[in-house]
């Protein structure tokens, strides 16, 4: 069984729990308790060089890094659950590009504000709102590209699922949720494609914890 150290209402550790969900993958967490700095401690790192979570021991193999795990499941059980990755190289180069579109175009700044407006203030600090407004102005024209690409297409790849729409649900979900819905809901496509994506049986069982 893979083993999952992380912690469980984190977005990378959700994102790895998202993927053997929809694989049928089994797994047991192992939890990392931020608060107590575990994943700083010397058993920790000789695993994660960079202290940070989550990494994953599949029978030994140890693997960090939240998008090369999920490649990695993925690609280990193609058989079970959904493609997620395509095999065909022109539908493969059209899922890297939209693995591309989810790191640089959204999650680069999704994340930021979702550490201002959500993180932040669970430590008692006050967000920068310079920087959310500020980010979120260079956000606005991004989502209307993917308004124009999801206008033409059922997902960012094609029309079927892959990892790169699913990538978005954790960091989205919390930036849906801390008072921006709207930036979803007011494109009709993006809208259509965040309700189909959100409400998949996979992320439903791991939304609120791995």
Not at 8 to 34: F, Q
Not at 44 to 66: H, K, R, T
Request: net charge neutral.
């Amino acid at each position: 069984m893979v083993k999952l150290y992380g912690f469980s209402p984190s977005t990378c550790t959700r994102l790895v729990a998202l993927i053997c969900k929809e694989k049928h993958i089994p797994y047991e967490l192992i939890p990392v308790n931020l608060a107590k700095g575990e994943q700083k401690h010397l058993a920790f790192v000789a695993n994660q060089p960079f202290g940070q979570i989550p990494y994953i021991d599949d029978d030994g193999f140890i693997l960090y890094e939240s998008r090369a795990i999920a490649r990695y499941l993925i690609k280990k059980y193609p058989n079970q659950g959904a493609p997620l990755i395509p095999t065909d190289p022109k539908a493969e180069a059209l899922f890297e590009q939209a693995a591309s579109i989810e790191s640089f175009n959204f999650t680069a700044f999704v994340a930021p504000i979702v550490a201002e407006k959500v993180f932040k203030p669970r430590r008692g600090l006050q967000p920068n709102e310079e920087r959310v407004s500020e980010l979120l102005a260079t956000l606005k024209p991004k989502l209307d590209a993917y308004d124009v690409i999801l206008s033409q297409q059922k997902y960012l790849a094609g029309d079927s699922v892959t990892l790169a729409d699913l990538a978005h649900l954790p960091y989205g979900t919390a930036f849906y949720g801390a008072g921006f819905s709207e930036e979803f809901d007011s494109r009709p496509n993006v809208a259509r494609w965040w309700k189909d994506i959100s409400n998949r049986p996979a992320w439903l069982a791991v939304k609120d914890g791995a």
